[in-house]
T-cell receptor, first 114, second 111 residues
Framework: NAGVTQTPKFRILKIGQSMTLQCTQD?????MYWYRQDPGMGLKLIYY???????DKGEVPNGYNVSRSTTEDFPLRLELAAPSQTSVYFC?????????????FGSGTRLTVV | DQQVKQNSPSLSVQEGRISILNCDYT??????FLWYKKYPAEGPTFLIS?????DKNEDGRFTVFLNKSAKHLSLHIVPSQPGDSAVYFC??????????FGKGTKLTVNP
């Protein structure tokens, strides 16, 4: 009963490097999301997807890209890492809006850009 | 413009007493409200929810109250336990829209 799995848990990047944060879920949820959480701040939505092949921008999409080729996987790509992208990243999945249990979150990826 | 506001960044209570966490929202289209709990180094986990057709929902020690006219909801934890120490996020949703989260309130329950 894995739920939402994120890898890696920690990563240090140099400015200008690229990386992909992996997210996979085994609950057959159509909806998936990427959030970032900065210290003292709430969760800000980066990108989301309502199903395979469909993605859309959230509140803070600049500097990121996503793809959704399968229902299970929703990777987040950072192309040119910047210090402003130092944050904790959470992936989540859900049934359609209004479901009583809301979103299921992964355990997060802590990213530091130096 | 924050649509969901948790004005208290932190709250400290004694074990066995009541914890009350507050949340205000501005969007009158919100019709579903949730509370999430987050421990350090973990993702948020769902705690309790309420739809706008209700004004109260209970689950064990946790009760959420909704006051639609005031656009205010609160989470009551009775009795509070040290294991309840965590950051609590309020989240709201309207129709087919995505959840909007508050900034969180860090609850510390002292033994």
């Amino acid at each position: 009963n894995a739920g939402v799995t994120q890898t890696p848990k920690f990563r240090i990047l140099k400015i200008g490097q690229s990386m992909t944060l992996q997210c996979t879920q085994d609950m057959n949820h159509n909806y998936m999301y990427w959030y970032r959480q900065d210290p003292g701040m709430g969760l800000k939505l980066i990108y989301y997807s309502v199903g395979a092949g469909i993605t859309d921008k959230g509140e803070v999409p600049n500097g990121y890209n996503v793809s959704r080729s399968t229902t299970e996987d929703f990777p987040l790509r950072l192309e040119l890492a910047a210090p402003s992208q130092t944050s904790v990243y959470f992936c989540a999945s859900s049934y359609p809006p209004g479901h009583p249990y809301g979103y299921t979150f992964g355990s997060g990826t802590r990213l530091t850009v130096v | 413009d924050q649509q969901v506001k948790q004005n208290s960044p932190s709250l400290s209570v004694q074990e066995g007493r009541i914890s009350i966490l507050n949340c205000d929202y501005t969007n009158s289209m919100f019709d579903y409200f949730l509370w999430y709990k987050k421990y350090p180094a973990e993702g948020p986990t769902f705690l309790i929810s309420i739809s706008s057709i209700k004004d109260k929902n209970e689950d064990g020690r946790f009760t959420v109250f909704l006051n639609k006219s005031a656009k205010h909801l609160s989470l009551h934890i009775v009795p509070s336990q040290p294991g309840d120490s965590a950051v609590y996020f309020c989240a709201s949703q309207g129709g087919s829209e995505k959840l909007v989260f508050g900034k969180g309130t860090k609850l510390t329950v002292n033994p």
